[in-house]
Antibody
Framework: QVQLVQSGSELKKPGASVKVSCKASGYTFTSYSMNWVRQAPGQGLEWMGWINTNTGNPTYAQGFTGRFVFSLDTSVSTAYLQISSLKAEDTAVYYCARVSSPYYKDYWGQGTLVTVSS | QTVVTQEPSFSVSPGGTVTLTCGLSSGSVSTSYYPSWYQQTPGQAPRTLIY???SRSSGVPDRFSGSILGNKAALTITGAQADDDSVYYCVLYMGGGISAFGGGTKLTVL
């Protein structure tokens, strides 16, 4: 069965970096692109962008350029979200979601809480 | 920048029917936006309900249905149950791999 398992919660200080992983299983990893979605405390879901798991080409939504990097390790069927120069406002739950045809998210990771606090 | 609009909140009585909508700040929603709908309860990951306007995801009860109503996408819940008390998000496909989330509708069943 398809599963997306994300790494555990992180507590980071402002200015630090964090790397969240999303390990896929139960399907051919490179056959489906991956989305990243952010949810700040008490707020709605926000689309961060997507990565083409075939080519590794990332696309970032407005507001998620510069400090946010999507990457892959196809040898272990894992997608990564790295955030650098963390700020308090980056505190959120981050989800990975597989994109199926046509253009919808059919499987979601369980979410990773990133807390940025001094 | 085009914004995806949803009602902030809605309430329905148990057993009742409710229709949530998903529009655009500029323009009309059509099937070309491949509207999808997701349900989220507190502390949980979103659950996929509807995709491609009106296709139900595996395991989703048939009391959930999707459609286009006028110039908006719509999610209708027929015979609402207590555990439908959740936040519902619509997502529109904007082309080029780009998605746009609505702000979510908090549905209260009471």
């Amino acid at each position: 069965q398809v599963q997306l398992v994300q790494s555990g919660s992180e507590l980071k200080k402002p200015g630090a970096s964090v790397k969240v992983s999303c390990k896929a299983s139960g399907y051919t990893f490179t056959s489906y692109s991956m989305n990243w979605v952010r949810q700040a405390p008490g707020q709605g879901l926000e689309w961060m962008g997507w990565i083409n798991t075939n080519t590794g080409n990332p696309t970032y939504a407005q507001g998620f350029t510069g400090r946010f990097v999507f990457s892959l390790d196809t040898s272990v069927s894992t997608a990564y979200l790295q955030i650098s120069s963390l700020k308090a406002e980056d505190t959120a739950v981050y989800y990975c979601a597989r994109v199926s045809s046509p253009y919808y998210k059919d499987y979601w990771g369980q979410g990773t809480l990133v807390t940025v606090s001094s | 920048q085009t914004v995806v609009t949803q009602e902030p909140s809605f309430s329905v009585s148990p057993g009742g029917t409710v229709t949530l909508t998903c529009g655009l700040s500029s323009g009309s929603v059509s099937t070309s936006y491949y509207p999808s709908w997701y349900q989220q309860t507190p502390g949980q990951a979103p659950r996929t309900l509807i995709y491609n306007t009106n296709s139900r995801s595996s395991g989703v009860p048939d009391r959930f249905s999707g459609s286009i109503l006028g110039n908006k996408a719509a999610l209708t819940i027929t015979g609402a149950q207590a555990d439908d008390d959740s936040v519902y998000y619509c997502v529109l496909y904007m082309g080029g791999g780009i998605s746009a989330f609505g702000g979510g509708t908090k549905l209260t069943v009471l």
